[in-house]
Structure formats: C-alpha cells, structure tokens
C-alpha cells in the first residue's frame, strides 16, 4: 500500500512547507523593502476593511483590589457605537508612576572542591562552602561601592551534608536587581569577580549559570501613540497627517512611523 497519511497536523506542515505569502518579502535593498512595505500596508488595509466611526474610549474602573502586591482593575471602554469591552488590567502595586521598573539577573554560583574529614584530614579538604561564603562577604563588602537603588540578593542553596566533612560541592543563588538593563549587567560582572576570586582563593572550581535575566519594563511609546491616534481617527485621517488634529499631532509623529513598520 503506497505511504499514506492520516494526521491532519502532518497535513497542515506539508502544506505550509509548500506555501509562498502572496507578499512575501524578495528584495535586498532599501529602495526594494520600501516599495513592498507601501504595497503590503495598501493590502493590510483592504483586509482590514471600513473601520467604525471613532468614539470617545470613556474608561470607567468597575472595581480596584489589590492582593499579593498586584493591583487588579476591571476596566470597561467603548470601542465603538453601541459596543463596550470589559478587560482587566493587572500592575504591581509599588510601580513607578512613570511606568518602570527593575532589570534583573538570576544566578547561581556553584563551587566544586574536594572533599576530606574536617577532623582527621581537613587539610587535604578544598571546602567549597568556603568559597560560597567567601564570595558573599566579598559581595557584601561591594554594597557600600554599587548605586544606592541596586539590590543583591542570595541564599545558599547547598553548603555540605555533615559538619565533620569538608563539603565537596556547595551552591549560591543571586538576584541582582538594578534600574535598567545596563546597570545589572555592570553590577554582575562585578558580582562574578567575587566568585571568582573566593574560587581562587580556596583552590575550588567555579561554575556560573544564568537561570534568568530580564530588562527593566520598557514602555512602547510609539506603539501606545498610534494606537491612541488610531482610535479617534478615522482610517483615511490617520493615513493623511494633515488631516490630524493639533491635540493629537504629538502622538502621530511617533505612532505613525512605528504603525508603518508593523504593517
């Protein structure tokens, strides 16, 4: 029986993996990536199709709890006439009236020593809780030459199994925390030297693991601009700048462009 297939995902790749977007981009320069743009955004809009007439969005907070240091809004606005839409908007409780927030790294530090009785033999031990404890006092004495907002946190995770052993092994886990992306990165390399000097100095072998490494909260103005401009417009207005009104120009000149790299 010749090879037949009865999956409809299977069905589905192979057809993907035949398809060419009608407008898919084939060109190499600037000049190329331009002209597709304008003809991919006159398509874009064509599907979109007659955009509503614009409303006032008349935001109104139906409740405001706070639990867990998140603060939790049911918020409903017009989106159109004779239609409202409900949505939850979740924040944290102490963010920044600007919007920010942390950076951060997560880290661990893992030491790898050689083990030895702490009564019989201690001195052929090579004590990997040592070197743990050594890169925090390190870090800690680092606190006094960082920012004022950095903050660094640890816990040790492993330190040994026995007090009478000299612990073979044993594991640090860090937050760094910082106003922006830079300033974590910066504040870390320094935390890393640290590590690498308690590892030096108790002759253990030093491992560094990113487990999670996040930017500060970015706000996408430009973003948040066209789709301010975009919902009190109309679709024609919104494709004419001389068509937008004065209250709203400030946000068009930003809004507009980053629309146009999207679309």
Request: hydrophobic fraction near 40%; proline fraction near 5%.
């Amino acid at each position: 029986m010749a090879k037949r297939n009865f999956s409809m995902i299977e069905y589905f790749n192979r057809i993907a993996a035949d398809w060419e977007p009608l407008l898919a981009f084939k060109g190499s320069t600037q000049e190329d990536f331009e002209e597709w743009q304008s003809h991919a955004s006159e398509k874009y809009f064509e599907l979109l199709g007659d955009f509503p007439e614009p409303v006032d969005l008349d935001p109104e907070i139906i409740f405001s709890i706070e639990e867990n240091g998140i603060i939790r809004e049911r918020v409903i606005f017009d989106s159109e006439e004779h239609m409202s839409v409900p949505c939850v908007v979740l924040r944290p409780a102490d963010m920044p009236s600007n919007g920010s927030g942390a950076a951060m790294d997560s880290l661990t530090y893992e030491f790898f020593g050689r083990t030895a009785h702490a009564a019989g033999d201690p001195h052929n031990g090579r004590s990997a809780l040592d070197a743990v404890e050594i890169m925090n006092v390190a870090v800690n004495f680092l606190r006094e030459h960082v920012p004022a907002n950095v903050r660094m946190h640890y816990v040790i995770m492993d330190g040994g199994k026995a007090p009478n052993v000299v612990p073979a092994y044993a594991r640090s886990w860090y937050f760094i925390r910082g106003a922006d992306r830079d300033q974590v990165s910066q504040v870390s390399a320094r935390v890393d030297k640290c590590a690498k000097a308690a590892a030096l100095a108790t002759e253990t072998r030093m491992k560094r693991t990113v487990l999670t490494a996040c930017y500060n909260r970015l706000a996408n103005d430009a973003i948040a601009g066209a789709l301010r401009v975009f919902g009190r417009v109309d679709k024609e207005t919104f494709l004419d700048r001389r068509k937008i009104p004065a209250d709203l120009d400030h946000l068009f000149q930003e809004g507009h462009r980053a629309f146009f790299q999207i679309a």
